[in-house]
């Protein structure tokens, strides 16, 4: 199986016709998709003016689409790999309190509830927010633009039907760091690392970025919707 960077060099490869250049492109998504597979494509094609369905897009733009994608994978995995040895460090002092990481390798580690509904600006300053609050203390808004009004969907009545066990912590499973303890149970489609939504730029806020204090319990009407 084909790895991000030659999957990059294969779009970038203009000996390759366009069809395959593009199919590549999308390919990249498959190692690293910030928004989800969908939401990232869509993003991309509206900043680089590449029609979604377009079999023949013109090179440049694809290029373009590629550096974008390849700035914030960087910004990522510089993340992932202080977060790495900072835990060895604090595992070699005797500290071993559990905590939240991502273990996805950046696929949808800030992903969009919907599609439609993304952030503005690209995705390396997006993410570049995101790490800061994950490096900071935990906040009451999202960490992405800032919005205070978050929304919980509607809770899954069988916890077991959830997805968050195997997905969203270093460890594989769902840990009881920064942020647990409060706060709703795992919700139709959600990850271990999913919290609630953000009204402001649709992302699904990561659960470290939050505080206790932003543990609201969702509205009545979700959990009535989901009984």
């Not at 897009?57 to 992932?80: C, G, I, S, T």
């Not at 969203?168 to 959600?190: H, K, L």
Request: proline share 8%.
């Amino acid at each position: 199986m084909a790895g991000f960077r030659s999957l990059a060099y294969q779009v970038r490869d203009a000996r390759n016709d366009r069809a395959l250049r593009r199919h590549s492109l999308r390919r990249c998504l498959e190692r690293f998709a910030p928004y989800g597979h969908r939401a990232t494509w869509w993003h991309l094609c509206d900043r680089h003016g590449i029609a979604p369905e377009d079999r023949a897009a013109d090179p440049q733009r694809l290029v373009a689409a590629l550096e974008e994608l390849e700035e914030a994978r960087a910004v990522w995995l510089a993340y992932e790999r202080q977060f790495a040895e900072r835990r060895r460090r604090e595992k070699h002092d005797g500290l071993r309190r559990p905590e939240w990481a991502w273990g996805g390798s950046g696929d949808a580690v800030v992903r969009c509830a919907d599609p439609d509904v993304r952030p503005a600006g690209t995705l390396a300053e997006v993410l570049r927010r995101l790490v800061a609050a994950l490096e900071s203390e935990p906040g009451t808004a999202c960490p992405v633009c800032g919005e205070r009004e978050l929304h919980w969907p509607a809770p899954v009545p069988n916890p077991r039907r959830g997805r968050g066990a195997g997905r969203g912590t270093a460890c594989g499973r769902q840990s009881a760091g920064r942020g647990s303890g409060g706060g709703p149970g795992p919700w139709e489609g959600a990850w271990a690392w999913d919290g609630p939504v953000c009204a402001g730029c649709g992302i699904v806020v990561p659960r470290p970025a939050l505080a206790d204090s932003a543990w609201a319990a969702p509205p009545a009407s979700a959990a009535a919707g989901a009984a």
